[in-house]
């Protein structure tokens, strides 16, 4: 019976076409909507996941995410370094400055002053120029996007002057940097040269970058930073899903991303949903002689599940594949970020099994329901 059930299916292009293009817009829509918002969340968390070299974060604990960070006296870096378990521990200073350019434009920056010893916290990979300058004099290092927006059109290039915070700052080196959710231009600093370009603070140290000593759990060092200190010890995965939560509790993304998705679901049901159900309605005689013939109900029932399942999974693919092209056009594009992890796949999925199910029920009640006195009639 299979072979009749895909004969049946492809026997009427119109309403074949219909459904195949209710369920690859609706895959399409969910898959692209979600892989932007997962990407939106890799955003909040770019300036975590840019420092590899410490696995543990010490911060306030009046902190909630990355990019409002409550700073700690100096002391407490030499708090941290006397705790068991840990290795080293170096401080980490984060603050806003603005940059003024020769030509009067003017732009708000991140500046990020990193231990003058260790440099932990550097950049991920330099493009141009070397990390060893940043101990220059007014030395600092911008991000690749940064650069771009400062000098919009303009090929990459170190030596350039510019003001920040009424201070003379020269480009040695430019790097690559993960976007953050401000899209802001990071400037990379020693922490002695980043005293000079922010306002003077009691407080200078925004986090405390640690790495525990060998053999020893990431956990089981938090929970003695904490004990002894008091401060908020996270690993890496902690510290991102923390500033992760606060963005999706605090802000409209979760709801307006979620909505987008579920409007695609709605599509999918009002099109695939009435093309499936009136292509089953113009296949009552032949379902109903194959009642009179003696065929089962849960034979008929068989045949109308492979039918969904056939245009769930090439619509599926379909719509996976067009998300999966415009995640590629929109690669390395400053202002559209797009990531889509297998949970993405998983839950696209999922909305079209539950589409094409719900689809297949209202069908599937009408062929049960059927008399096989209607071909009679």
């Not at 696995?55 to 902190?63: C, R």
């Amino acid at each position: 019976m299979n072979w009749l059930a895909i004969r049946m299916l492809l026997g009427n292009r119109a309403k074949y076409i219909a459904m195949l293009f209710g369920i690859t817009f609706a895959s399409m829509l969910i898959c692209q909507q979600c892989s932007i918002f997962c990407g939106a969340m890799r955003m909040c968390t770019g300036q975590i996941r840019d420092v590899q070299d410490a696995p543990i974060w010490v911060l306030s604990p009046q902190t909630r995410y990355i990019d409002d960070l409550d700073p700690l006296a100096e002391q407490k870096v030499e708090e941290v370094r006397s705790v068991p378990g840990v290795a080293w521990a170096v401080p980490l200073q984060k603050g806003y400055g603005r940059v003024h350019m020769d030509d009067g434009r003017f732009q708000q920056v991140i500046l990020l002053g990193l231990d003058d010893a260790t440099l932990v916290g550097s950049p991920r990979s330099m493009i141009l120029g070397q990390l060893a300058d940043i101990d220059k004099p007014d030395a600092v290092i911008i991000d690749e996007v940064g650069h771009q927006l400062l000098w919009p059109g303009q090929a990459l290039a170190i030596g350039k002057e510019m003001t920040l915070n009424g201070r003379r700052a020269l480009i040695v080196g430019i790097c690559r940097a993960s976007l953050t959710f401000q899209t802001l231009p990071i400037f990379y600093a020693r922490r002695s040269q980043a005293a000079h370009y922010l306002p003077p603070e009691p407080k200078t140290v925004s986090a405390i970058l640690v790495q525990a000593q060998d053999g020893l759990p990431l956990a089981e060092v938090c929970a003695r930073i904490h004990s002894e200190t008091g401060l908020l010890a996270l690993t890496e995965d902690q510290w991102a899903w923390r500033t992760i939560n606060h963005y999706l509790t605090r802000t409209g993304l979760l709801l307006n991303f979620a909505t987008t998705v579920l409007l695609g679901l709605m599509v999918g049901v009002a099109i695939s949903g009435q093309s499936f159900y009136t292509f089953t309605v113009e296949n009552l005689p032949q379902f109903g002689m194959l009642k009179a013939m003696g065929v089962s109900d849960l034979r008929l029932v068989g045949m109308i599940v492979m039918q969904a399942a056939i245009v769930a999974s090439i619509g599926y693919g379909l719509g996976v594949g067009l998300a999966a092209v415009y995640g590629e056009a929109t690669r390395g594009h400053t202002k559209l970020v797009f990531h889509m992890p297998w949970q993405v796949l998983v839950l696209t999925g999922a909305g079209i099994l539950l589409v094409t199910g719900a689809t297949s029920l209202v069908s599937i009640s009408r062929v049960i329901r059927l008399e096989p006195a209607i071909i009679a009639r």
